[in-house]
């Protein structure tokens, strides 16, 4: 079992409406997760954090923990063509010094 | 700079050579990092640095590669007799914070190997 997964495919959207991306991950005690954005040929930028259950809102993005399920999501609302881009859940695995990553899910939001 | 500052961007390499990637990292960051990722996944993590101190050197795939990071600033990953598997994008990135809190990381633009 990956210690991240992310097995959804290329994830199209109109311009506007909300993009729905999932993750779980295998490590119980892991406390720390995250969302990276990456554009096609540069590298990853973080767009949010989340530390506790519930649901963690920035602007038009909302990072959702469950760690009971282990489960994380992110909600892009209103999206933007510039919000195109691949989308790494990543997560730091208790008790190593690294953050682990899921091999993204491609976000094409449609004018 | 400002930011990460990978070096060379780009390298092509025969089969057999021996390559060398430069990491800048941000000036203060303690914590530095070499990720590999491949065409279509994710990064994969290959080793941390603390300081000059190599903490955790598991994601190394094999004893071809070696990274070091003498003065605690600048870094260099390694990788001997290159092989076609090993191109990639081999990204580097900093944190000023420490293990299991540097979930903030700053990445450079990586350095896209391709080996022939």
């Known amino acids: 079992q990956k210690e991240v997964e992310q097995n959804s495919g290329p994830l199209s959207v109109p311009e506007g409406a909300i993009a729905s991306l999932n993750c779980t991950y295998s490590?119980?005690?892991?406390?720390?997760f995250f969302w990276y954005r990456q554009y096609s040929g540069k590298s990853p930028e973080l767009i949010m954090s989340?530390?506790?259950?519930g649901d963690k809102e920035d602007g038009r993005f909302t990072a959702q923990l469950n760690k009971a399920s282990q489960y994380v999501s992110l909600l892009i609302r209103d999206s933007q063509p510039s919000d195109s881009a691949t989308y790494l859940c990543?997560?730091?695995?208790?008790?190593?010094?690294?953050?682990?990553f899921g091999k993204g899910n491609q976000v094409v939001v449609i004018p | 700079g400002a930011g990460v500052s990978q070096s060379p961007r780009y390298k092509v390499a025969k089969r057999g050579q021996d390559v060398a990637l430069r990491c800048d990292p941000i000036?203060?960051?303690?914590?530095l990092f070499w990720y590999q990722q491949a065409l279509g996944q994710g990064p994969e993590f290959l080793t941390y640095?603390?300081?000059?101190?190599?903490?955790?050197k598991s994601g190394l795939p094999s004893d071809r590669f070696f990274a070091e990071r003498p003065e605690g600033s600048v870094s260099t990953l390694k990788i001997q007799r290159t092989q076609q598997e090993d191109s990639a994008v081999y990204l580097c990135?900093?944190?000023?914070?420490?293990?299991?809190?540097?979930?903030?990381?700053?990445f450079g633009e990586g350095s896209r190997l391709t080996v022939l």
């Open positions: 990135a900093s944190s000023d914070e420490t293990g299991l809190n540097a979930g903030e990381l700053f």
């Open positions: 490590d119980r005690g892991s406390q720390s």
């Open positions: 989340i530390y506790s259950n």
């Open positions: 990543a997560v730091n695995i208790y008790g190593n010094n690294r953050l682990a």
């Open positions: 000036s203060g960051h303690v914590s």
């Open positions: 640095f603390q300081n000059e101190a190599q903490l955790d």
